[in-house]
């Protein structure tokens, strides 16, 4: 069993920044990746970020390319999404995720790779 919490949400103006964080205890030893997803009101769930718990290899969905950062620390057992240049259309309730599984697809966000979730928090961008 893995248990994540997000913090940091918030509500925000287009152009401004964010940071996200996710901590992670129990069986936090095999996870091998991370990720963050998100979901606007009446959206399927989509992957925007993730990170090999133990190489650091990294894959970020096209939308937030260049605006966001996926990191994460070892010793806290926390992974991190810093936000910058928010747009509308980043509102969501973001969530983060782990997978025990070893797998290119987990990798670039599949979603069936991952087996826990956190609660969410939400995020919102006015224009």
């Known amino acids: 069993q893995v248990q994540l919490v997000e913090s940091g949400g918030g509500l925000v103006q287009a152009g401004d920044s964010l940071r996200l964080s996710c901590a992670a205890s129990?069986?936090?030893?095999?996870?091998?990746?991370m990720g963050w997803f998100r979901q606007a009101p009446g959206k399927e769930r989509e992957f925007v970020a993730v990170?090999?718990?133990?190489?650091?290899?990294?894959y970020y969905t096209d939308s937030v390319k260049g605006r966001f950062t996926i990191s994460k620390d070892n010793a806290k057992n926390t992974v991190s999404l810093q936000m910058n240049s928010l747009k509308p259309e980043d509102t969501a309730v973001y969530y983060c995720?782990?997978?025990?599984?070893?797998?290119?697809?987990?990798?670039?966000?599949?979603?069936?790779?991952?087996?826990?979730w956190g609660q969410g928090t939400q995020v919102s961008v006015s224009s």
């Open positions: 129990g069986r936090t030893f095999d996870i091998y990746t």
């Open positions: 990170i090999s718990w133990s190489s650091g290899s990294i």
């Open positions: 995720a782990a997978s025990y599984l070893n797998r290119d697809k987990c990798l670039r966000g599949d979603r069936s790779c991952y087996y826990y």
